[in-house]
Structure formats: C-alpha cells, structure tokens
C-alpha cells in the first residue's frame, strides 16, 4: 500500500543520465503523473486496476527518444514496442490479434473517467473509500501496517488481529459468503492481509464491507454485538 516518491525518485535518475523505469499498474489513472515534469522514460500500466476496465492487457507509454532508442533490442516477436509502434503508425492496427473486447471495455473506461472528472476526482472517490475503511477498521481493532505518511488510497495491509480467537482463513471464508474477496499478505514474516478501495466502489460499498467484517468477528467470538 505505499506510494512512492516518482518525482523525487526521477530526480535521481535524471542527475545521473539514466533511463527511468514506472511500474504504475495499479496507480495510473488515480495518481497525478505528469511524465515529462517527473523525467519518466517508460511508464507501464493495465486497462484495469484505477482505470476500471476490464483486464486482458497493459500499455506502455514511452518517451518518443526512448522508443527510437530500443529499436532491434527486443527480447521477443510479441513484446517489440518499436515494431509495434511503427506498425500502428503505418496502418493503425495491431501485428497480431488484439482482444478487441477488452479494447472496446477500456475505450468506454477512459470516458467514464473522463467524465467522472478525470484523475483528480477519481483520486478523491478512492481517498473517501480509503478514510471510511481506515476509521471502521480501527474501530473493530485492527491496525495498519504502513505508517500514514506513506499510504497510499489505492490498498491498505492490516495486520491480524491479537486475539486467540482470529483465525485468517476462516475469516477470510466468512467474507467471501457474505460476497466479499480480501487479499492475504505478501510482507514477508507479517502476519497482514490487503483490502483495495479503488475500482468501480463508493462509499456505501465500503460501508457495506464494514459490516460484513463485523459480523464475522461476532460470529469468531473477538467482539461482541
């Protein structure tokens, strides 16, 4: 769940003339990113996560210099940026078949976002659902892993509850009856699992979350009705 410093980071990269590398697969389209203020060469990303489309593909978005650059470097026939750049260039289509549905899905997910209010109030939507979660999940005694100053709005780690009684998978089982999916931890010797609070979920969603989680800590025997 943190956000790290890309301007800063960038930065770095800049004052020693190296190319700069974003993985944004599950920020971009929530987080401000401007590209040439931040010195950013490539910057990955999928048609879902913060775009809310549906998966099936990712995107690069490169600098023009950067994609000259690579060209006859690729490590494969399907993963070739440049080719694949001077292909749609030339004809507008893709080398091999594309999953057209997917694409159609993403088209409509970048004018939903649009108009939403476009990046600024998509982060606003995810960091109401964010705060929501936080102060329910303290109040039925969870903490977070991540200290506030480096979490971001788009996943939150929790750590297990202290409590003989709590036990992750059948809590896990217990959400997921009542139609909810969390992620178990992968922080190595942290006991935690994720809750993600972007994608097509408002508040009442979250709200609606809350008391499913509380139902089955009753039900566990940790709080009481």
């Known amino acids: 769940g943190i956000i790290n410093p890309i301007k800063e980071i960038g930065s770095i990269v800049k004052k020693h003339n190296k190319k ?8 971009f389209g929530a987080v401000p990113i401007n590209l040439s203020e931040f010195g950013i060469d490539y910057l ?3 048609a879902n ?21 690579i060209e006859g470097y690729a490590r494969s026939l399907s993963l070739d940026l440049f080719d694949q750049w001077k292909e749609l260039e030339a ?9 057209i549905q997917v694409l159609l899905a993403f088209n409509q997910a970048l004018i939903e ?10 982060a606003e939507r995810y960091r109401k659902n964010h705060n929501l979660l936080i102060d329910g999940m303290r109040k ?6 991540v200290k506030p ?20 998978s059948r809590f896990y089982n217990m959400l997921s009856q009542r139609g909810y999916i969390v992620y178990s931890g992968k922080i190595a010797g942290v006991d935690c699992f994720r809750i ?18 509380k139902e089955a800590l009753i039900e566990m025997g940790i709080i009481e009705d």
């Open 140 to 145: 039925l005694g969870f903490k977070e892993y």
């Open 113 to 122: 976002l649009e108009n939403e209010g476009g990046v600024s109030a998509r």
């Open 196 to 213: 993600g609070h972007i994608g097509r979920i408002f508040e009442s969603d979250v709200k609606n979350l809350l008391s499913a989680i």
């Open 149 to 168: 100053e480096y979490q971001s709005y788009i996943i939150t780690s929790f750590l297990y509850l202290d409590h003989p009684n709590f036990d992750f």
């Open 20 to 27: 700069y590398f974003v993985d944004a697969m599950s920020s």
């Open 44 to 46: 990955v990303s999928s």
């Open 91 to 99: 004809s507008g289509q893709f080398r091999f078949t594309p999953p």
């Open 49 to 69: 996560k913060c775009i809310e489309g549906v998966p099936g593909f990712a995107f690069v978005l490169i600098n023009r210099n950067a994609l000259i650059e």
